[in-house]
Nanobody, 124 residues
Framework: QVQLVESGGGLVQAGGSLRLSCAAS????????MGWFRQAPGKDRDFVAD????????YYAESVKGRFTISRDNAKNTVFLQMNSLKPEDTAVYYC?????????????????WGQGTQVTVSS
C-alpha cells in the first residue's frame, strides 16, 4: 500500500513558477514509478510527467516539455514537480500517482495509487 499527499499548489501569475511535492507513505515507495497528472474543470485527467523508480528516466507530455521537471527523492519518499513559465492553460488540479513496474506510462488506469490533488491556478 502507498498513500500519497500532494502539496505546493496555489495561485501564480503567468510566467511564474511553482514546485509541487508528493509525500508517500509505505516502505515500498522506491519500487514504484511516479507520475503527475492534471485535471481542469470539465476535462479529462491528463498525463503530465512520469519518473521511473530509479529516477533514471523521465517522461513528459508535449505541452509541458522544457517547462516542467519531475524528480524524486527515495530517501525522503517524495516526488516533485517543478513548474516554470506557467501559463493560464496549466490551471488544473494536479495529482500524483504511483505506477507498478511494467505498467503503461501515462494512462490513468495503469496507476495503482492516487493522491487527493492540489489546485494550481495561473492568472493571465
Amino acid at each position: 500500500q502507498v498513500q500519497l499527499v500532494e502539496s505546493g499548489g496555489g495561485l501564480v501569475q503567468a510566467g511564474g513558477s511553482l514546485r509541487l511535492s508528493c509525500a508517500a507513505s509505505g516502505r515500498t515507495f522506491s519500487k514504484y514509478a511516479m507520475g503527475w497528472f492534471r485535471q481542469a474543470p470539465g476535462k479529462d485527467r491528463d498525463f503530465v510527467a512520469d519518473i521511473t523508480w530509479s529516477a533514471g528516466t523521465t517522461y513528459y507530455a508535449e505541452s509541458v516539455k522544457g517547462r516542467f521537471t519531475i524528480s524524486r527523492d527515495n530517501a525522503k519518499n517524495t516526488v516533485f514537480l517543478q513548474m516554470n513559465s506557467l501559463k493560464p492553460e496549466d490551471t488544473a488540479v494536479y495529482y500524483c500517482a504511483a505506477r507498478a513496474r511494467g505498467r503503461v506510462i501515462g494512462r490513468t488506469t495503469q496507476y495503482d495509487y492516487w493522491g487527493q490533488g492540489t489546485q494550481v491556478t495561473v492568472s493571465s
